[in-house]
Structures are given as C-alpha cells and as structure tokens.
C-alpha cells in the first residue's frame, strides 16, 4: 500500500469515528432538549444558532490556521472540540453547559452529518488535508467516497443511537470521537505556507462565498428542523426516529458515489441546479400534506439531493483557487453558510412556537432559486472555459 493511501485510510478512519459520534448526537441533542428538559424548539433553535455561529467562526480560524501554522497541528487541535463538548453534556445537562458544548461541538444541525453538521468546525482542514493527499484527477471520486463513509458512519451512528440512554449516548460520542485523534499521529502532511495578507483568488473566494450564504440560509430554515418536525407534528418517538435517521443517512451516502458521474454527465453548475432543484419541489411537500408516510419519504429522499453533488462542489472551489489558499477558501465558505444559517435557524424556532411551520419550507424554496441562478451566472462560463 502506497504512503498516501495508508495516510487516505488513517484519515478515513478518523472521520468515521467522528461520524458515528454525529450521527449519535444528531438524535440524543433534540430528544434531549425537547424530551427530556422539556424545552421549548425556540430553545433548541437556540441552541442550533449558538453551534452554527461557533462552528462558522471556528471554521474559518482553523482553514486560515491550517494555512499559516500546519495542516497536522491543526487537525490534532480541532479533534479534540467534539469529544469535548460531549463529555461536557455526559457530566452537565445545565443549560448553560449545553450552550457551550453546542459551541464547541458545533451542534448546528444546518447540513447533513457528512457534511459536518456536527463537529462541523473540522471539516475545511479535513478537505485540505483530502486535497493535499489526491491529484485532481482523482479528486472527486476520493471526496465522494470520504463523503459517502462518513455519512454511511453517520447513519449507523443514528441508528445505534436507540442502544442507549440519552446521557450515555453522549459518553459514547465523546469515547468514539477521542478515540479517532489516535489515527492522526502517523499521517504526515503535504504543508503549504500561505500569505495571510494575500489571497490571489478571491473573486472566486467570494463567488463560492455568497452562493455558500444563501445556500446557509436556506439549510438553517429547514433542515435543523427535519427531526423536530416529526416530533413536533407526528409526535415520533426517539427509537423509531432514530430508524428514520439511519435510513436517510444510508441513502445519502450511496447517493454520494454518484458524484463522479454526476460531474461526467452534467458537469458542475448541472449537477447542482438538478439535485437541489428536486430537494427543494420535494420539501415544499412537508407542509402541503399530513400523510405521515409521504412525510418519511421526504425525509428519507432530500438529504440524498443535497447532498449528491457536494463532492462536485468541493472539487470544482478546490481546483479554482491556489493550493495555499484552500485552507482559507474552505474556511470563508463554511463561515458563509453557518453565519447566514444562524439567523435562519433563530427564525424557524421562532415559526415553529407560533405554530407557522409553513413558511420556512416556503422561504426555502424562494432562496433555493435564486442560489441556483447564481450557480449558472458565476461558475457557467468558468466551467465551460476549462472544458474547452
């Protein structure tokens, strides 16, 4: 086996801990929350904002600390967040801990667990570390498989999150998650320095930065709020949710090893126009109908669609900027997304106590479109530049 391949595989194993970790915690933090302490979804979107303000500020200081100080040295700080904030909620259930520990575990819940939804503040260094380990020629069917373990890691986690009560549940996060750091310690990184004062690429920087935005807000509206609204509106219990939660995280991953596909067949912009413009149709059915399967099937089929083209994505910002900038590109693109979806989770919260769960599925749809309209305006011409 290849140095770098042995070093892909340490990696993957890293990343997998951690996810299983999330996909436990995705289902333990809103049962705990609104179950347990009996508090209300406005708290728990609360919560939600404190994770997603924490994980997009943390973010891009990791991406920008990746650059200037070493990828390993880096990866190594920003492991130790999420076994952290789990341990803390293992010890405390004040509400003034799970605030902390929402921050530094970012337990924003604004995109699918391969996505970083949880431990999220890790994800830039991870995909510059995935970037200085692969050739572009490679790069996307790697980041699709990454993102297809983690998630397929994710959904076991879900799953396996009806094996325990809600307070060991967050010892087995914490005991998984500290145990993955343990596969950093061989791996030996490729090391950029870059120019903190200089970024040559930043109008593609910004371009992939306001699309981050609007997509951001967009996720924050609905998809924190996905298990909240079956137990809201269904009133599903933890261990049969937690079903739910595996499936759809089982689904999305195989959808990922679509990726490389989508990107020969349709392209970038394509691909993404096509996957999120039938997420978003799927959605707006939520609230239009109270049929409790066809309810499930939404749940189980959208995060496939948003997230099938995310290896693409990544790939296309990776490629497009200069390689000791990527650290930087990842980071302002994740602070992007989680700081416009903070006021966009404080929002739906706020709807959902009101009991208007309409709207947000509405204002998702609105957002969607214009974000697919600037995918074509940006990146189009870009895209068939380099095809030509």
Request: charged share 10%; aromatic share 12%; hydrophobic share 55%.
């Given at each position: 086996?290849?140095?770098?391949?042995?070093y892909?595989t340490?990696?993957a194993?890293?990343?997998?801990a951690?996810?299983?970790?999330?996909?436990?915690?995705?289902?333990?933090?809103?049962?705990?929350?609104?179950?347990?302490?009996?508090?209300?979804?406005?708290?728990l979107?609360?919560?939600?904002?404190?994770?997603?303000?924490?994980?997009?500020l943390?973010?891009?200081?990791?991406?920008f600390?990746?650059?200037?100080?070493?990828?390993k040295?880096?990866?190594?700080?920003?492991?130790?967040?999420?076994?952290?904030?789990?341990g803390?909620i293992?010890?405390?259930?004040?509400?003034?801990?799970?605030?902390?520990?929402?921050a530094?575990?970012g337990?924003s819940?604004?995109?699918?667990?391969?996505?970083?939804?949880v431990?999220?503040?890790a994800?830039?260094?991870?995909?510059?570390?995935?970037?200085?380990?692969?050739?572009?020629?490679?790069?996307?069917?790697?980041?699709?498989?990454?993102?297809?373990?983690?998630?397929?890691?994710?959904?076991l986690?879900?799953?396996s999150a009806?094996?325990?009560?809600?307070?060991?549940?967050?010892?087995?996060?914490?005991?998984?998650?500290?145990?993955?750091?343990?596969?950093?310690i061989?791996?030996?990184f490729?090391?950029?320095?870059g120019n903190?004062?200089?970024?040559?690429?930043r109008?593609?920087?910004?371009?992939?930065?306001?699309?981050?935005?609007?997509?951001?807000?967009?996720?924050?509206?609905?998809?924190?709020?996905?298990?909240?609204?079956?137990?809201?509106?269904?009133h599903?219990?933890?261990?049969?949710?937690?079903?739910?939660?595996?499936?759809?995280?089982?689904?999305?991953?195989?959808a990922?090893?679509?990726?490389?596909?989508l990107?020969?067949?349709?392209?970038?912009?394509?691909?993404?126009?096509?996957?999120?413009?039938?997420?978003?149709?799927?959605?707006?059915?939520?609230?239009?109908?109270?049929?409790?399967?066809?309810?499930?099937?939404?749940?189980?089929?959208?995060?496939?669609?948003?997230?099938?083209?995310?290896?693409?994505?990544?790939?296309a910002?990776?490629?497009?900027?200069?390689?000791?900038?990527?650290?930087?590109a990842m980071?302002?693109?994740?602070?992007?997304?989680?700081?416009?979806s903070?006021?966009?989770?404080?929002?739906?919260?706020?709807m959902?106590?009101l009991?208007?769960?309409?709207?947000?599925?509405?204002?998702?749809?609105?957002?969607?479109?214009?974000?697919?309209?600037?995918?074509f305006?940006?990146?189009?011409?870009?895209?068939?530049?380099?095809?030509?």
């Amino acid at each position: 086996m290849s140095t770098s391949r042995q070093y892909l595989t340490l990696l993957a194993v890293f990343r997998g801990a951690r996810s299983v970790a999330a996909g436990i915690v995705s289902i333990a933090f809103p049962y705990l929350v609104l179950v347990e302490l009996h508090k209300s979804a406005f708290a728990l979107g609360l919560l939600y904002v404190c994770g997603a303000t924490a994980t997009a500020l943390l973010g891009v200081f990791f991406g920008f600390l990746a650059d200037v100080w070493g990828q390993k040295r880096t990866l190594y700080l920003v492991g130790l967040l999420l076994p952290l904030s789990t341990g803390l909620i293992f010890c405390s259930r004040h509400l003034t801990v799970l605030f902390l520990a929402s921050a530094l575990g970012g337990f924003s819940a604004t995109g699918s667990l391969m996505g970083g939804g949880v431990g999220g503040a890790a994800q830039p260094i991870q995909l510059v570390a995935l970037v200085h380990l692969t050739t572009s020629e490679h790069r996307v069917s790697i980041f699709s498989l990454f993102t297809f373990m983690s998630g397929a890691f994710a959904a076991l986690g879900a799953l396996s999150a009806r094996l325990f009560s809600i307070h060991n549940a967050f010892l087995a996060a914490t005991i998984l998650s500290l145990g993955g750091i343990a596969c950093l310690i061989p791996i030996r990184f490729q090391e950029y320095r870059g120019n903190i004062r200089h970024l040559s690429s930043r109008r593609v920087i910004g371009q992939f930065t306001l699309t981050g935005a609007l997509n951001g807000l967009a996720a924050g509206l609905v998809v924190p709020f996905l298990i909240p609204f079956f137990v809201i509106v269904y009133h599903v219990p933890k261990s049969e949710m937690s079903v739910y939660g595996f499936l759809a995280g089982t689904l999305a991953s195989f959808a990922l090893l679509l990726a490389p596909r989508l990107e020969n067949t349709w392209g970038f912009v394509r691909s993404i126009a096509l996957t999120r413009g039938l997420g978003t149709g799927l959605l707006l059915l939520l609230p239009l109908t109270h049929v409790f399967a066809l309810a499930v099937a939404v749940y189980l089929l959208t995060p496939s669609l948003r997230v099938m083209a995310v290896p693409v994505q990544q790939t296309a910002l990776a490629e497009w900027v200069s390689p000791d900038e990527v650290g930087r590109a990842m980071g302002i693109n994740q602070v992007a997304r989680l700081a416009a979806s903070s006021a966009a989770i404080g929002f739906t919260g706020y709807m959902f106590d009101l009991s208007d769960i309409g709207l947000p599925f509405y204002s998702y749809a609105v957002i969607m479109s214009l974000n697919i309209y600037l995918y074509f305006r940006f990146f189009r011409s870009l895209e068939v530049n380099e095809g030509g």
